[in-house]
């Protein structure tokens, strides 16, 4: 009986010990935060994590499927449907798969801001950590903007917005922020990364100065703050290396063969399509299902003489389809770089800054702005004046949508200009889905209910 005692007695003994080896094991798919940045080296791979969780197309996808360009199809089996029906409620996946998107992509940016200071005392590693901060604090800021855009309305001081995250801090259950500290924190930022990033760092798939201070624009644009929209956008435009694509370059540019000094600021580049299929959003490509034709509307805006028609549609099988997303020559189709700023933005940011500052005084410099651009679209353009404040704002809008149709803003566009939207019956299948008035709550998108259970402190949009 003793000797049977004893032997269950190591039995345990040897048991509880495996068991504290087990619970001391280290996990091997990942890196231990602690050692993740243990040499300034580090700090590269770190940023490039950064980069590869932004998906990229989320802000494309909902203001593509919510706006006025879209035609839904009959081969469409429930693809954004409630987005496109303006039926979207706080459990609908395609705003919350952005909240999360984002978050990630600010946590790690946050994790990265974080790991630098332990190098910054360095002299020797200096030009580093400032560029490594620099597209850190881009990439906090663009990614506040795009959370902003969704979840918030035109720009108030005291409206809520969302919070703006600091630092990493996963248990946290922060509080929205007033709109007045967002915007304040993203400038700050973008001012930073400016300061920050050298002008020889010309890599337009990372944060350069260039794409800090287009983003400034379209941050000022969104703020009212005419003047300052119409300062960083003349800063990229003037002295910038980069130039708009001209009509001949149009089809190029959509493919990723147009040159690294043509008209993309910043984009997301992929490779693969693991990293995501942009396209996929209008047709499926793996058999060429239709989710979305494009509007019959927004077609007929072109003339015959504008080269961006055969570029941003065509046809297969005898229909319409969205063409400017469907990847590049003799590759996957859909698989194509997403561009997140161009310089073509610009001259449109510019031109409405200008049509709208000083009580429409400044309407010659908004004219000379969309006629720049017209005559690097239409052949044999002659150049337009405008007779008034509210024709130049007519004739921006409409050249914003066809020039930016299917980036991400037509959308926040129409809500920006307090329009209403209407789709016409060739691009109405219900009468439900014809009209969304203006100032309608849903032109703002409701916080992810996920969000919202997780988070006691997060208030809910009005409407939802």
Not at 131 to 146: D, S
Not at 357 to 369: H, K, M, S, V, W
Request: hydrophobic share 40%; net charge negative.
């Amino acid at each position: 009986m003793n000797k049977i005692f004893y032997s269950l007695l190591l039995a345990v003994m040897v048991l509880s010990s495996s068991c504290e080896d087990l619970l001391d094991l280290k996990p091997t798919d990942s890196i231990d935060e602690g050692k993740a940045f243990e040499n300034v080296e580090d700090l590269e791979p770190g940023m490039l994590g950064v980069y590869s969780s932004l998906g990229g197309s989320g802000a494309i996808v909902n203001s593509s499927r919510a706006g006025d360009d879209l035609r839904l199809s009959d081969e469409n089996t429930g693809q954004g449907v409630q987005m496109h029906n303006w039926t979207f409620t706080a459990s609908e996946g395609s705003t919350g798969s952005v909240w999360v998107d984002m978050a990630h992509t600010i946590d790690r940016a946050n994790r990265v801001l974080a790991a630098t200071e332990k190098f910054a005392a360095n002299n020797e590693n200096a030009a580093l950590v400032n560029r490594i901060v620099g597209e850190a604090k881009f990439m906090r800021a663009y990614c506040h903007f795009e959370l902003v855009r969704l979840f918030s309305g035109n720009y108030s001081p005291d409206a809520l917005a969302v919070p703006y995250m600091l630092e990493s801090n996963v248990a946290a259950e922060p509080a929205r922020d007033k709109a007045s500290v967002v915007y304040a924190n993203i400038i700050n930022d973008l001012k930073d990364a400016q300061s920050l990033l050298p002008a020889d760092f010309t890599d337009r798939t990372r944060a350069t100065k260039d794409a800090a201070t287009a983003l400034l624009a379209r941050v000022a644009l969104y703020q009212n703050d005419w003047a300052n929209a119409i300062a960083y956008a003349s800063d990229v435009i003037d002295n910038s290396a980069l130039r708009m694509a001209n009509a001949s370059e149009i089809a190029s540019l959509w493919t990723d063969e147009s040159a690294e000094n043509v008209e993309v600021l910043f984009r997301r580049a992929r490779t693969t399509p693991g990293e995501g299929l942009l396209g996929d959003i209008y047709t499926r490509s793996g058999n060429g299902d239709v989710f979305f034709h494009p509007g019959v509307d927004l077609m007929s805006k072109y003339s015959a003489e504008d080269a961006r028609f055969n570029v941003y549609f065509t046809q297969v099988d005898g229909k319409d389809v969205v063409a400017k997303h469907r990847g590049k020559v003799g590759g996957t189709l859909n698989l194509v770089d997403v561009k997140l700023l161009r310089i073509s933005e610009l001259y449109l940011i510019r031109a409405e800054a200008s049509a709208r500052r000083n009580e429409g005084n400044d309407l010659a410099n908004a004219a000379d702005d969309i006629n720049m651009l017209r005559a690097n679209r239409i052949a044999d353009y002659t150049n337009i004046s405008f007779a008034s404040q509210t024709l130049a704002m007519d004739e921006i809008l409409l050249e914003r949508r066809k020039e930016l149709a299917y980036e991400g803003h037509r959308f926040y566009d129409l809500r920006r200009f307090e329009k209403s939207i209407h789709r016409i019956e060739e691009d109405a299948l219900l009468a439900s889905n014809a009209d969304l008035e203006a100032g309608d709550y849903r032109f703002v998108f409701p916080i992810p209910i996920e969000e919202i259970f997780a988070n006691d402190n997060m208030v809910q949009n009005p409407g939802y």
